[in-house]
T-cell receptor, first 107, second 116 residues
Framework: QQPVQSPQAVILREGEDAVINCSSS?????VHWYRQKHGEAPVFLMI?????EQKGHEKISASFNEKKQQSSLYLTASQLSYSGTYFC????????FGGGTRLMVKP | DAGVIQSPRHEVTEMGQEVTLRCKPI?????LFWYRQTMMRGLELLIY????????DSGMPEDRFSAKMPNASFSTLKIQPSEPRDSAVYFC??????????????FGPGTRLTVL
């Protein structure tokens, strides 16, 4: 079953922060985050394994609460280059991607 | 490193025609995935191979779709006959998986298919 992402879309000004949430109804082994820019292929950002870890990639970090089967992606001091669609992928038996969150950062 | 290679990049065909999409995964990767992306349905996994063997094809829409991986460096996705609702961007991705757990997937540039 596909994980649910929220919000579906968000518009930011450069320098603002954003949080993207991902939730699943299944017990998860890991959560994966990808970013896809318009007209391009998805690109891997990070994997979070069960154990409640938190990871970071530049000013983008994420957390994974395995008890709630939820993950959040934190974008701090957003840059224009952060614009794109963010997908979470949840791994139970298979890796399944959510519907995506469209993020637009304006100057 | 060439990354995942897909061909063609664009395909326009008429309803009823056969379409073959091709993928060359990253050398050394043992898993290959075919995805379909549309605005309405998002990114859908069609089929997943591990060590050239199809592991899960539950996402393949119907019998018109078939996929093969004859060796570790080549895979095809075939649609016969094609229909307008098959219009989408088809991505191939590969990864190096250990212990049966998912790992970072590297996506190809995609094939944009338009069926008229």
């Amino acid at each position: 079953q596909q994980p649910v992402q929220s919000p579906q879309a968000v518009i930011l000004r450069e320098g603002e922060d954003a949080v993207i949430n991902c939730s699943s109804s299944k017990a998860l082994y890991s959560v994966h985050w990808y970013r896809q820019k318009h007209g391009e292929a998805p690109v891997f950002l990070m994997i979070l394994l069960k154990g409640g870890e938190q990871k970071g990639h530049e000013k983008i970090s994420a957390s994974f609460n395995e008890k709630k089967q939820q993950s959040s992606l934190y974008l701090t001091a957003s840059q224009l280059s952060y614009s794109g669609t963010y997908f979470c992928g949840t791994e139970a038996d298979m890796l399944t991607f959510g519907g995506g969150t469209r993020l637009m950062v304006k100057p | 490193d060439a990354g995942v290679i897909q061909s063609p990049r664009h395909e326009v065909t008429e309803m009823g025609q056969e379409v073959t999409l091709r993928c060359k995964p990253i050398s050394g990767h043992n898993s290959l995935f075919w995805y379909r992306q549309t605005m309405m349905r998002g990114l859908e996994l069609l089929i997943y191979f591990n060590n050239n063997v199809p592991i899960d094809d539950s996402g393949m829409p119907e019998d018109r779709f078939s996929a093969k991986m004859p060796n570790a460096s080549f895979s095809t996705l075939k649609i016969q006959p094609s229909e307008p609702r098959d219009s989408a961007v088809y991505f191939c991705a590969s990864s190096l998986q250990g212990s049966g757990r998912a790992s970072e997937q590297f996506f190809g540039p995609g094939t944009r298919l338009t069926v008229l």
